[in-house]
């Protein structure tokens, strides 16, 4: 049996929901990606648990793949770089099965899966929106969402939650000069 997630913001698209792996709670940042029991919980939140095993040389390979994602969306001069990087542990081979054509995800060293899934995945957002990538506006908060919403103006890893902290503050800010 897995522990529940417990990361505020879950459910994004695999890379961003790897980047969600580090979170601010009471102004101390959290790592769910401290041990392999929180690779596992990771794993199961992406439905990446039956296809790969959550063991050291994994979870060492998955940060690997965080913090070249965090370097993109963060604008790091090697960023590119070390993307490629991770994508060069994977590859897609194309299939032909009952059902039609298909691709699939071929690995000399499985436990590069994790970390090439997050990467490939990431390259899918780049081809599809790049703009809908985005950082929570919040100032103390580091997730980062896809945003889905019609018109693309999200601007919260939460309206419940950093946008209500930001509402409430410019509230008290009014209140404070009046």
Request: glycine share 8%; aromatic share 6%.
């Amino acid at each position: 049996m897995t522990a529940a997630d417990p990361r505020p913001l879950t459910g994004e698209p695999v890379s961003l929901d790897l980047l969600n792996t580090r979170w601010m709670r009471d102004g101390e940042l959290q790592d769910l990606l401290t041990s392999v029991a929180g690779l596992r919980i990771w794993l199961a939140a992406n439905g990446l648990a039956g296809r790969f095993t959550a063991d050291a040389a994994t979870l060492e390979h998955t940060l690997t793949a965080r913090e070249a994602l965090a370097s993109l969306v963060d604008g790091g001069a090697d960023a590119a770089a070390r993307v490629d990087a991770v994508l060069g542990r994977g590859r897609i081979r194309a299939t032909l099965t009952a059902a039609g054509p298909g691709e699939e995800a071929e690995f000399a060293d499985p436990a590069w899966g994790p970390a090439w899934t997050a990467a490939r995945g990431h390259l899918d957002l780049l081809r599809t929106a790049p703009d809908r990538i985005r950082a929570c506006a919040h100032e103390s908060c580091v997730l980062h969402f896809f945003d889905t919403s019609r018109n693309g103006t999200r601007r919260w890893c939460s309206m419940a939650v950093c946008g209500n902290r930001a509402k409430a503050s410019r509230h008290w800010a009014r209140g404070r000069e009046a």
